[in-house]
């Protein structure tokens, strides 16, 4: 078939297969008997699902999901909070041991993108990628079986905080016209802290994320036992679609799932079974693959924070989203294939060749993903993410025009 | 406005709008079983708060947004994490005649979620863009980008199975 021909039978089909459609929901749909139902509040099945939380999520890439918000990032040992005390972005030392200040915040969504152009400058200095070191083994790995150890000791969940500012971020060549660039800012107040999520990537794309959940497991039906030391129980969950797979430890005291694309469930297990327990996180052990780089490392909670930089100009489209907390932004478009590029300023990146464009994503400090696409090319976007840089608010709110419309929809361009 | 008024115009609105909501369900999730519970679950909600929603300029509207985002909420739990949703085995053709038919609503639901709801709008109910931007709440560009890459897939996929 000529493929010039194809939009025209693309509308074609489109119309014939609403068609059929329409002819067959006619043909099965007892709307008398649908009617009965819902008069008498019989008929839904569906959770209800509509919240304010939900509705904001939408304004997030559809991957996101229930994906989360951050202010504590910590790396080793070194720890900052990322506040909005007096309506700027800002890193500072973190006094882990104090209570966080929860009286100056406003932690009522969503942010304000038009922050004090008065502002002062911001440039987060101190935050630097995630690094691609792990710790190594301290001793070899055990593996008796053994029913008194808690598996997921050492691993404390940051303070909830109820004040955020994801830093500012904006290529350094400055817009032509900042009226063809829409900004927007978002966040939700944050409510818990839902574990911590640590993704590698292989240079080839296999991605491998470790989620480390405290409080509580889910058992699924179906899921397939094994046994992985020092476990109480594991299981490889079994409704995975082709090309993924997904395996969960679970303690008492909470589990860890290692979900991923591009290995098997036995793959999966031989790496559950070397991983080893150091700064109170589970580390790919000596039996996971060599080729496996550390992209991020943040934690998720059951709110989010975002700024999103969008441009349109003649069709030329891009958009950046700098998220705090999101651990899923880190896999760009899961629908698609993925490459490592080694590096965006220091920081590994993945990067997605899409239909008519191409985006990226990578860690400029953790808990921090910075997730761009362009209409262009591969090279293009890897161009423009090593041209990003920190900036302060109010250079960010110069940049453009501030989105303040009241859809609830996901405004993105890529990513939906 | 007296509750016999109201019941008769929330039945009156019931049969107009059921069987075009289960076909866009349908289309969204490709289970006619999904689609039915999608779009009864979103006329209750219509039904529950029937004094409000019967005030708008176009109450439609509102509820296809409702089953949009709750298709999309459903599909999302699912897909996050690549877990087979379980509506996934129980696709049933459209036209089992017409096999070209099955594949473009196949081809449809491996669109992202933005790009699937704009698509199904848009052929089955031959909305505008200005209108779809309108009803979903985002901006006209978005709809555009979102059809076109749309469009884009399908005569792509199309032309593979072809």
């Keep these: 078939m000529d493929h010039l021909d194809r939009p025209n039978q693309t509308e074609a089909l489109g119309r014939r297969a609403a068609a059929a459609m329409h002819a067959d929901v006619e043909r099965r749909s007892d709307v008398g008997d649908a009617l009965s139902r819902v008069q008498h509040g019989s008929g839904a099945t569906m959770v209800s699902l509509t919240s304010d939380a939900s509705r904001a999520r939408r304004l997030l890439p559809a991957w996101i999901g229930a994906a989360a918000a951050v202010a504590v990032v910590a790396t080793g040992s070194a720890a900052f909070l990322l506040t909005r005390d007096d309506g700027i972005s800002r890193v500072v030392p973190a006094d882990t041991t104090a209570p966080a200040d929860t009286t100056s915040a406003d932690s009522t969504a969503p942010t304000n993108t038009t922050e004090d152009a008065g502002a002062a400058t911001t440039q987060p200095e101190n935050l630097a990628p995630v690094t691609t070191a792990a710790p190594t083994p301290a001793s070899t790995v055990p593996s008796l079986p053994a029913t008194d150890v808690d598996a997921l000791a050492g691993l404390t969940p940051p303070a909830p905080l109820d004040a955020f500012q994801v830093p500012a971020m904006l290529p350094s060549t400055p817009f032509a016209d900042p009226a063809l660039v829409r900004l927007t800012g978002f966040s939700t107040p944050i409510e818990a802290v839902t574990g911590l999520h640590q993704t590698w990537a292989s240079v080839d794309g296999r991605i491998l994320t470790i989620s480390t959940a405290i409080g509580g497991s889910t058992q699924r039906l179906g899921d397939v036992p094994i046994e992985v030391w020092p476990w109480d129980s594991a299981a490889l969950v079994s409704s995975m679609s082709d090309g993924f797979a997904e395996l969960v430890l679970r303690d008492p005291s909470g589990e860890v799932s290692l979900w991923a694309s591009g290995f098997t469930g036995d793959q999966l297990t031989t790496i559950a079974r070397s991983m080893f327990l150091a700064e109170g996180r589970w580390w790919l052990g000596p039996d996971a693959p060599s080729d496996l780089v550390r992209l991020h490392e943040g934690w998720g909670r059951t709110s989010f924070a975002t700024r999103m930089l969008q441009w349109d100009d003649a069709g030329r489209q891009g958009e950046v989203l700098v998220t705090i907390g999101m651990p899923d932004t880190i896999r760009t478009v899961p629908d698609f294939a993925v490459t490592v590029v080694d590096s965006i300023n220091g920081a590994p990146a993945l990067v997605t060749d899409l239909p008519g464009g191409a985006a990226i994503s990578w860690s400029p400090a953790p808990d921090v993903v910075v997730l761009v696409g362009i209409t262009g090319t591969v090279d293009e976007v890897i161009e423009l993410a090593r041209s990003m840089t920190f900036v302060d608010v109010s250079t960010w709110n110069a940049a453009g025009i501030a989105d303040t419309s009241p859809a609830d929809g996901c405004n993105s361009y890529f990513f939906c | ?162």
């Excluded at chain 2, 005649?97 to 933005?114: C, E, K, N, T």
């Excluded at chain 2, 089955?124 to 076109?148: C, H, M, P, W």
């Design chain 2, 1 to 162: 406005m007296t509750q016999q008024t109201a019941d008769a115009g929330f039945e009156a609105f019931f049969r107009a709008e059921y069987t075009k909501l289960v076909a866009i369900g349908r289309g969204l999730t490709g289970s006619h079983d999904l689609a039915t519970d999608l779009a009864q679950e979103t006329l209750l909600r219509c039904h529950r708060d029937w004094a409000r929603v019967s005030t708008f300029d176009v109450p439609g509207a509102w509820a296809r947004r409702v089953l949009v985002n709750l298709s999309i909420d459903a599909h999302r739990a699912a897909a996050r994490n690549r877990r087979v949703p379980a509506w996934v085995h129980q696709v049933e053709p459209v036209a089992p005649a017409d096999p070209a038919v099955d594949g473009w609503w196949s081809a449809v639901r491996a669109l992202p979620d933005r790009q699937r709801a704009v698509v199904v709008l848009h052929y089955l109910e031959d909305r505008s863009v200005d209108d779809i931007a309108q009803l979903l709440g985002i901006a006209t560009g978005t709809v555009k980008s979102s059809l076109g890459r749309g469009r884009a897939h399908l005569a792509r996929t199309i032309g593979k199975d072809t």
